[in-house]
């Protein structure tokens, strides 16, 4: 029940409005200032206007207990006496007769006030956190939408870390077998990763994954970092770096919503860790196989590597993108994997080679073709290897292709194919230099090659060769 402060000289039953209310009844202020300082469950004094109603107020207003709610009863209509009153605080001021219906009918209506207000107060936070819940299931759903969509590996994860970006306003790092991931390669990120390394005095992302503490964040210089473990089949396969400025913090809503993303994701990482461990393990095949050239033909060695490097320069210039980078590597290495058939007499001969010598080395791109189409998921490198002797004009082997039906991994490789092949040495003669082989490009733009890609190629900062 309320605790109701009454102060007036008036005879009043406090019995007539004491019903939902506990009244304390004083004749004068200092009877009322003694009952205030006895009890601090006070909330409301009713005050009849007298001699001392100002100063009363003032001793109120620096009451400790601030909650204190006074309603004063004017003696008679005075709009500058409310306006003394309203300006030291009071919380209502009235004309009305005082008698207990007045007293009673105020004190109900603040009762509404309070509730009324409770109730707006409790509202708002129940939108405040309908609103969080709607921005947290947008982000899962967010999250659902990209592990549909069929996204290769490395954009799971950049999708992943703009969302969680997104919602704690950080800068987030991914740390999965050994590697790191960020949304954009931000150079403030890796040299914070190398002072977190530093600060825990390890050498390697995966010594770091295990050294790290749980969720307590903990700051480095002057940022603030939360790790987040990821957990793959019940064993710890990488962690979540969230940095935040010191200021800020994640909430324990926003932590759980982060490991309910990483969860979900899970699956799909680990799907698309595999495929990239798949990836691997052709890249190992496929090393093999040169391997196997290489030990016949030593002008091949080196040659596929180098045609890699260069096929890898045009393609980041041309700003494709990491899938068909990927495959654009494994068959620059692989493209004369074909000669793996022919004898070391051919591959090795220093003289002029004769029609039938000729023939049978422009079957190496359509027996490239068919070794490689035998690998698991490896037939689209089949099909950029079988076409890397085609030329622009359509003169090339084995298919006649001509412009842009030539698969655009294959055209960039012939280019690379043709420096490399102008600037190494052969048995019978020694490489010509970078100039020499720029000039033979340019002279076929159009006809052997790809005028565009070609001109990206010729681009390219004679220093990076
Ligand atoms: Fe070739």
Redesign the pocket.
């Known amino acids: 029940m309320k605790k109701v402060l009454l102060v007036t000289k008036a005879s009043i039953y406090e019995n007539d409005i004491a019903f939902f209310y506990q009244i304390l009844l004083c004749k004068n202020y200092l009877e009322a200032r003694e009952k205030l300082e006895e009890d601090s469950n006070i909330e409301l004094a009713i005050l009849e206007e007298e001699e001392g109603t100002e100063e009363f107020l003032d001793y109120i207003y620096l009451f400790p207990n601030l909650n204190i709610k006074t309603l004063i009863f004017l003696k008679q209509k005075s709009t500058k006496n409310m306006r003394t009153y309203f300006k030291k605080g009071a919380f209502d001021v009235t004309d009305e007769r005082f008698n207990p219906l007045n007293i009673f009918y105020y004190l109900d209506k603040m009762e509404n006030e309070d509730k009324t207000r409770n109730y707006v107060k409790k509202l708002e936070k129940n939108i405040r956190t309908l609103n969080n819940e709607i921005d947290e299931y947008k982000v899962l759903y967010e999250t659902t939408k990209i592990l549909r969509l069929d996204l290769s590996f490395g954009g799971i994860i950049e999708r992943i870390i703009e969302l969680i970006e997104m919602l704690v306003g950080g800068k987030v790092l991914f740390i999965l077998n050994h590697n790191y991931y960020s949304a954009k390669s931000e150079w403030d990120k890796l040299i914070l990763l190398k002072k977190v390394l530093k600060h825990y005095n390890v050498f390697s992302l995966g010594e770091l994954s295990k050294t790290m503490p749980g969720y307590e964040p903990f700051e480095v210089e002057g940022s603030k970092l939360y790790n987040f473990p990821i957990i793959i089949k019940n064993q710890l396969q990488g962690n979540l770096l969230v940095l935040l400025d010191r200021s800020n913090k994640i909430e324990e809503r926003q932590a759980e919503l982060i490991n309910n993303i990483l969860s979900q994701s899970g699956i799909v990482i680990e799907n698309a860790f595999l495929i990239k461990e798949g990836e691997k393990r052709n890249i190992d095949i496929v090393k093999s196989l040169v391997k196997a050239i290489e030990a016949k033909d030593n002008y091949t060695k080196g040659h596929s590597d180098r045609v890699a490097v260069l096929s890898i320069m045009i393609a980041k210039e041309m700003n494709l993108d990491d899938v068909k980078i990927t495959e654009l590597e494994m068959a620059s290495v692989l493209?004369?994997v074909?000669?793996i058939g022919l004898s070391e007499n051919i591959l090795n001969k220093e003289g002029k080679l004769t029609d039938f010598e000729y023939k049978l080395i422009k079957e190496?791109?359509q027996k490239?073709y068919e070794i490689v189409s035998q690998i698991k998921d490896m037939k689209k490198i089949a099909m950029i290897i079988k076409h890397?002797?085609e030329r622009w004009d359509g003169f090339g082997y084995p298919a006649g292709l001509k412009e842009k039906s030539i698969p655009i991994e294959s055209r960039i490789i012939a280019i690379a194919?043709t420096y490399d092949a102008i600037t190494s040495d052969r048995p019978y003669r020694k490489g010509k230099d970078h100039e020499f082989a720029i000039g033979e490009i340019r002279k076929n733009l159009g006809k052997q090659f790809d005028p565009i890609i070609g001109e990206i190629f010729l681009s390219i900062d004679k220093n990076l060769f």
Request: hydrophobic share 0%.
């Open positions: 493209h004369d074909g000669k190496h791109p490239g890397h002797h194919d």
